[in-house]
DNA sequence: ACCTGAACACCGTTCAAGT
DNA sequence: ACCTGAACACCGTTCAAGT
């Protein structure tokens, strides 16, 4: 769109021609230190490093930092699928295993999405199309919004939970050892007869047919089938 | 416990007299700055100002300040009812409530509870109880684990989104003003018939009877229940 | 035993100066 | 038009030095 007119062939193009830096450029750099680094990686210093180009530069093209968040958040949720199927719950669920998914993908989005104010274009159209969903599958206005907050809820505070699990990561054993010794048979029975059964039943492990990223599907699944089943109850009273 | 045995009158006992720095100390004058200015303005030097002392003394008391965020983390989880109730669904439902209550409290906590690895003893207590409630009522080992997760990724989920809700705050009119000239009925036709409902019907709002807090009760305790009842049918099918 | 000054290696951001 | 050096006001943390 607005793309120079006149872009000469350059003699000097040999060498590291570094491409010009454009916001693009930028938010995907730092989509690629978050995922490869963490999120506490991603310094404007570091960005601009990645970039080839004095962090001071990058301020050319985004306003601040916040503004690289924001924009790193939009192009995650314009990863997830939109909610399209005829269906409405097959749409619904076939949205939330892809949420799932695409977080997973990003460990570090999860939290940043629940912690940005402003939505970017990606999500309005993403929530636009959630709720134009369930209004077409008569969902009345109030419980539409019911929906959307029960929904939204379960798959965020499944997966923050899961991105963050102590729990048979083999990149943390430290954690796990180190919680161990705290946890007695006597002082929390409960929580070790769990933690007894969730070990020696492979769950929330590597360990699985699908690897990580399926450790934890079935239980997702169980608790997003059950938020389904509600809201359908609760769509067919509404109907008498 | 510690108490030292011997602890003279001490002569120069008037004046600002400022009481021997402990980690109990810090960790309530942290969580007072969280409360207060937001989890952003918690440094360790601004910490060390509100407890009178530099900051590098702090570290006689603490290891860093992620055993500061630690033990903020537990002191909040402390602050919920625990699910103590015979009947196991009003155990749930009170103990969600509580929690619901004691984090907008305190806004930073939901987020910052989530992303710690190593539960404090408060926080184990609490799953041990909560995990007991479940067992005690039936419960196999399987469904108490699925019900957990389920519940607490609720829980966890909804008030985040809450807590960082940007729509009806008056503290942050700028924020509900920029992002509205972006939102037009052609391009996202749902969502502002979504927000005109929310608006007009008074919701999230702080001109609720019962103030800010009670807000989101309502559609807080719609998505509550609505897990309770799949949680209740789920223990009625494995029963038989 | 507890507190502190100075220092190190970082942050985000501004702004005048360069090309 | 875009990039940069220097600077400002911050971080968490270490460590030798003080009392």
């Keep these: 769109m607005s793309n ?29 230190i978050a995922d490869d680094e963490g999120l506490d990686a991603l310094s404007m210093r570091r960005l601009g490093q990645a970039l080839r180009v004095e962090a001071m ?32 719950r097959a749409a619904l669920r076939g949205r939330a295993l892809s949420a799932h998914e695409v977080l997973l993908r990003h460990p570090w989005a999860a939290a940043l999405i629940e912690s940005r104010l402003s939505p970017g274009p990606e999500r309005l159209r993403h929530h636009d199309a959630l709720i134009g969903a369930l209004l077409r599958a008569g969902f009345s206005l109030e419980l539409t919004y019911r929906a959307f907050l029960t929904l939204d809820s379960y798959i965020y ?23 161990e010794p705290h946890v007695t048979a006597e002082q929390y029975p409960n ?10 039943a492979g769950r929330g492990d590597a360990a699985q047919p699908g690897g990580k990223a399926a450790a934890y599907l079935a239980e997702y699944a169980f608790g997003l089938d059950l938020v389904l089943d509600g809201l359908a109850a609760a769509r067919a009273r509404e109907r008498q």
Tied chains: 1, 2.
Excluded: C
Excluded at 4 to 32: C, D, I, N, Y
Excluded at 67 to 82: I, Q, T
């Design 4 to 32: 120079g007119p006149k872009r000469k062939p350059s003699k000097q193009s040999r060498g590291k021609r570094r491409p010009p830096l454009t916001r693009e450029r930028v938010l995907h750099a730092a989509l690629a």
């Design 57 to 88: 530069s990058l301020y050319n093209h985004v306003a601040n930092k916040d503004e690289v968040l924001d924009g790193m958040v939009d192009m995650v949720v314009g990863e997830m699928e939109m909610p399209l199927l005829p269906d409405w």
């Design 157 to 179: 505070g499944f997966t923050l939970q899961e991105v963050n699990w102590p729990f048979d990561r083999d990149e943390r054993p430290d954690v796990v050892t180190n919680i």
């Design 191 to 200: 929580l070790v007869q769990m933690m007894g059964f969730i070990l020696s």
